[in-house]
């Protein structure tokens, strides 16, 4: 079992920056696939950002590329979204995923088996 707990939302500027942060317990973290999905008002959730297990792939959505990065620090258990260039739409609850090693889909929320509670990030214009 895996709990994830996401930190670093907040308010800023369009322009700006934030980083966030997701805590994973368990001793097995370096072996999970971790993503990073937002959800915002009114609308479904949908992929942001993916850093597989083994440490060489990460993956983005076309609406963060450039903007976003993603890492990870395994002797951490945890996994960061650093997010420049903000956009008012990139309002939204921000929440960190893990998944046991697997060949599905990284962009599809059903092939994730853990979730955090996530963290509110609101761009104001």
């Known amino acids: 079992q895996v709990q994830l707990v996401e930190s670093g939302g907040g308010l800023v500027q369009a322009g700006g920056s934030l980083r966030l942060s997701c805590a994973a317990s368990?001793?097995?973290?370096?072996?999970?696939?971790m993503a990073w999905f937002r959800q915002a008002p009114g609308k479904e959730r949908v992929f942001v950002a993916y850093?597989?297990?083994?440490?060489?792939?990460?993956n983005y959505a076309d609406s963060v590329k450039g903007r976003f990065t993603i890492s990870r620090d395994n002797a951490k258990n945890t996994v960061y979204l650093q997010m420049n260039s903000l956009k008012p739409e990139d309002t939204a609850v921000y929440i960190c995923?893990?998944?046991?090693?697997?060949?599905?889909?990284?962009?599809?929320?059903?092939?994730?088996?853990?979730w955090g509670q996530g963290t509110q990030v609101t761009v104001s214009s």
């Open positions: 995923a893990a998944r046991g090693i697997s060949r599905l889909s990284r962009t599809n929320q059903g092939t994730y088996d853990y």
């Open positions: 850093f597989g297990w083994s440490g060489d792939y990460t």
């Open positions: 368990g001793r097995t973290f370096s072996s999970y696939d």
